[in-house]
């Protein structure tokens, strides 16, 4: 039987596109421990992909919301008070996209407009959304906000791209926001740092299933999946973890604290095997 860790609780999940999603995991996850939802993206995402579809198994509502528009974000975050009948629990930012990774235009050759809206897009977006609901002070004494990271915050990984120091800026915000959040309104502000995941974003990374393979041969638990990061976000927006707050955490298998592992070497070392 599936405790019930989020009975009574209320929170805004973004960014479900399809059911690769890591947030269509999370929404089912939080659905199964009790929580009521609110489901956003953006109205082309909404358009294009199957979130009527994880609205309909979740009983949620959804509203779009552009998250680089502030008149969105703040329809958003009223009309969820209104939804729910007041202040609510948790939101999920799960949101990510680099015009230059889309487009292929690497990093020493970036287009700077690509790589503002890749920064406002990824993580400005994350400021905007605690900026809002800190204005109309949305989320409940001990609510939870989590965003998803990416270790290439504090590594280069190639064919990451400007998506790095998106990360990095996200992380920043997690911390910034997250000592005003907590110390005003006792409200946690956390990130995840979550292993490669096969979605439509992480698919769009250049190499990405080369990186996959790397970091499970890398990670001495394997790569988490986007259903063990749901159930990370479940505690993370529970009761459980009330006192763990501006951090960036990391959930992939180990991957972080790895120089070289025998799996990785041995693969490593085959790849020399034809040569002469
Ligand atoms: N997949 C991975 O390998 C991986 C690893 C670590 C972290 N992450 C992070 O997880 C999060 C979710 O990505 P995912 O892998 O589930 O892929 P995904 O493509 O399913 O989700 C990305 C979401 O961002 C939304 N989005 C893009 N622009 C938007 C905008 N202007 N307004 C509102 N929403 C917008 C998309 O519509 C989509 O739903 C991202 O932050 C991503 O960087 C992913």
Known sequence: MTSALLHGKKGIIFGALNEKSIAWQVALKAREHGAELVLTNSPVAIRLGTIDELASI????????????????????????????GRFDFILHSIGMSPNVRKEIPYENTSYENMLKT?????????????????HDAIREWGSVVALSYVAAQRTLTGYNDMGDAKALLESIARSFG????????????????????????????????????????????????????DYCVVLFSDLTRKVTMQNLYHDGGFSNMGMSLKAIEQYRKSFEDCD
């Not at 974003?201 to 190499?207: D, K, L, Q």
């Open 58 to 85: 979740t009983g949620s509502r959804v509203i779009p919301a552009d998250a680089v528009k502030m008149e969105d974000i703040e329809r958003l975050i009223t009309e969820s008070m209104d939804y729910f009948g």
């Open 119 to 135: 920064f406002d897009i990824s993580a400005l977006s994350f400021h905007r959304i605690l900026q809002t609901a800190y204005k």
């Open 179 to 230: 000592y005003i959040y907590g110390r005003d309104r006792k409200v946690r502000v956390n990130t995840i740092s979550q292993s490669p995941t096969p979605t439509t974003a992480g698919s769009g990374i250049h190499g990405f299933e080369s990186l996959v393979d790397f970091s499970e041969r890398m990670s001495p638990l394997g790569n988490a999946s986007a259903e063990e990061c749901a």
